[in-house]
């Protein structure tokens, strides 16, 4: 479904990917992972058009993408839950989902936070609650929830679990294990390499802006070598929950 070809990325004269080649599955979990300043969200922000790309192509669905522009991108079934959330705080839940599925019809809207309240139950309760006084967890539900409005077919979805507690991480992983299973396509950036690992399909490691290996969630696993080599530090890392 996506296709990095030789892309290089970056923001003005720097480039923070340097001519990676990708393929995301349709129908897939896709893992990028690496340690801090790796490359990963400068490569996901790429693919949702908020990055410049100086070098490659980006394909979704057969098309070309790559000098398109992002609200077009939306259009056409990509969305992102970016990193930090960016969430509206002085709307409410309703609100920041509301926005969301801005381009969309009403009653195609409706039956989109039907579906979100479903996974996350928990914003049912908040439709009211201004977005910044919500949980960390929380917020990260809404982030998600708010890019479902879209109704994308590539989710793109950046430090699923960072500072979260990890009973708020097994809510959003039983979500996209749900979205997987319903044949959503899904983009994770992801620091818990251990987390990722379990639900990931393909799995690309990156290093300095570079793929330093590509494969399957279960081969990276399964690969001493590459987890102390590449994924140890993202592994044993702890961030304070919210």
């Not at 340097?18 to 490569?43: C, M, Q, Y």
């Not at 990193?83 to 609100?95: A, I, N, Q, S």
């Not at 959003?172 to 319903?182: D, F, G, Q, R």
């Amino acid at each position: 479904m996506l296709r990095l070809d030789g892309v290089s990325c970056g923001y003005g004269a720097f480039r923070a990917v340097h001519d990676l080649t990708i393929d995301v599955p349709e129908n897939s979990v896709f893992a990028l992972v690496g340690a801090n300043g790796a490359g990963k969200s400068s490569t996901m922000m790429a693919v949702a058009g908020h990055v410049d790309v100086f070098d490659g192509e980006v394909t979704f669905d057969g098309e070309t993408i790559t000098r398109l522009p992002a609200r077009l991108r939306v259009a056409r079934g990509i969305a992102i839950a970016p990193e930090g959330r960016r969430l509206f705080p002085d709307l409410t839940v309703d609100e920041n989902l509301t926005v969301g599925g801005y381009s969309r019809d009403r009653s195609a809207a409706a039956l989109s936070r039907e579906r979100v309240i479903t996974l996350f139950p928990r914003l049912g309760e908040r439709l009211n609650q201004l977005a910044g006084s919500l949980s960390g967890g929380e917020q990260q539900m809404l982030a998600i929830g708010r890019a479902l409005m879209a109704e994308p077919r590539l989710l793109m979805i950046d430090e699923v679990s960072l500072g979260l507690m990890p009973a708020v991480v097994d809510v959003c992983y039983a979500a996209i294990e749900t979205l997987k299973a319903e044949g959503l396509t899904i983009v994770l950036v992801e620091q818990s390499t251990k987390r990722a690992l379990q639900v990931a399909d393909r799995v690309c490691v990156l290093e300095s802006g570079q793929a330093v290996w590509q494969g399957s969630g279960e081969e990276a696993a399964n690969d001493p070598a590459l987890i102390e080599a590449y994924l140890g530090m993202s592994q044993a890392s702890e961030q304070p929950p919210a």
